[in-house]
């Protein structure tokens, strides 16, 4: 028989933005439970939003995740909007999708290359993230950040995108949609990879619905939701694109539709530069009235909620807030469960959780609670097995 | 038929206040002890998706908004049910429909203090291990 041994992934890693703790119970090679614990992280955002003026709490949503750092601004106005039923300028609507559309592509790239990283494509993380930056330096061109754009303002932008931007944004999109085409080639054709990730970390159809999961993950199980398409906000609805599906639902599935939605990002951002029409990118908002509103976005992670209902104050009394992973993660006690620890790293990073701790994790043994393994450890061993699949194809 | 038509068919006198926002936002209010047929229509009948619910501190009672969403239209189906009892606020939990309501319930229990009776595991998701039992800070003073 073998010791039923806890493996403890998290909370805490230097190099990690979201703290989150999962604890793995393993018997042999097989995970047979896990159980998950957040809020390591929780700032009270929500809280604080209430003592802040309407303007203001765009900023402090910002500040919710350090990857699309733009998603929680964008539903935030939104639901403002929809509360006040403001009217938003063209030209604004544009400039919106394409920053919501830019930040997906260097949130899937960052994820791509982090993947490839935990299963032993360290070549793949190198890449995936030199072709990010040409993303965060357009950024930095257009609003002064590379991340945290502060774009998104209730009834418009804070910044337009000017004409002479245009041409490097242009030749940027080219560059990213040749590195796709190479990054999708590196995954579809690598028989070790379609080893590695098919049938490993599956959410089924049915799970995929009842644990209410979004985006990517939702998508790969063939679900075919999306908030751009069905709930139409910004530009989404004057431009052509498609949702990218798939019915699998397993972690090679996950990684397609990212690296497909990535080409659906640069067509939507090319239709929006050439669409966009001149004009005012801010309608002037006086007074926010008593109400309540809900707004969506497509986050790169799937749809991110805001709720604010106003008293007629110039502070929201209610401000309420679900990012996508708070349904994602949790299902990951359907898809870890049953699989090995050699694949749990790549499972749990497979929903984009920020992907916090997973190299903090430590292996200890029940009786004698002595340190086994540690994050390094099981990395290793996840890239072992790339290294063993990869003799065995030659 | 559309949507709202056969929300509005299955819980009949169930429905109280009836509000149309937009005709993608529409929130309506049930009785708190109808809460979870209202619920298990919507998601497990009408297949509807869980987002998100909002518990909100208000002056009446403690209200709880569930937020439905219906992806084929886009649209947003908002339940409202009020806990008039502020002392000891409960409602039944929704986790037994599905496992989509388990966190949620968990932190409005811990922010609010609302007891959700029959819900598998109803300990802390997001406050500190050392946070103080009984205080709950999305209740206004």
Redesign the interface.
Known sequence: MSHKVVIPIGPYHPLQEEPEFFRLFVEGETVVDIDIN??YN?R?I??ICESKHFDQVAFVVERICGICSTSHPFAYVNAVE?LA?IEVPERALYIRTIIGEMERIHSHLLWLGLAGHFIGYNTVWMWAWRYREPILDCFEMISGNRNHYAMMKVGGVRRDILDQHIPDLKKTLDQISRATDMFKGAVMDDPVIHARLKGIGVLTRQQA????V?GPTARASGLN?D?RR???YAAYDRVDWNVIVREEGDIFAKTVVRILEMYESIRIIRQCLNKMPKGEIDADVKDIPA????G?AEAPRG?V?H?V?SDGTNRPI?H?V?APS??NI?SN?IACVGGTISDATITLAAVDPCYCCTERVAVIERPTNKKVLNGWDLIKLSQEKTERLRKNYG | MSILDEIKQRLKDKIGDWYE??P??I?FSVDKKEIKEAARVLFKDL?L????A?G?DTPQGFEI?Y?F?F??????V?VRTLIEDKHNPQIDSLAVI???F???EREIWEMLGIKFIGHPNLK?????DDWPEGKY??RQR
Do not use: C
């Open positions: 957040i809020g929780h009270g929500e809280k929809d039923k619905i009842e644990w209410s979004v939701i908030v069905d709930d139409p109400g309540e509103g809900i969506r749809e909620f709720y209902r209610r309420k679900r708070y349904m949790a006690k | 926002h937009n993608r936002r929130y297949g998706r869980f987002a998100t909002t909100t908004l937020h969403s992806d084929k239209t886009g649209q947003m908002s599905s496992p989509a388990e966190w949620i802390r998701l997001l406050l500190a800070p999305l």
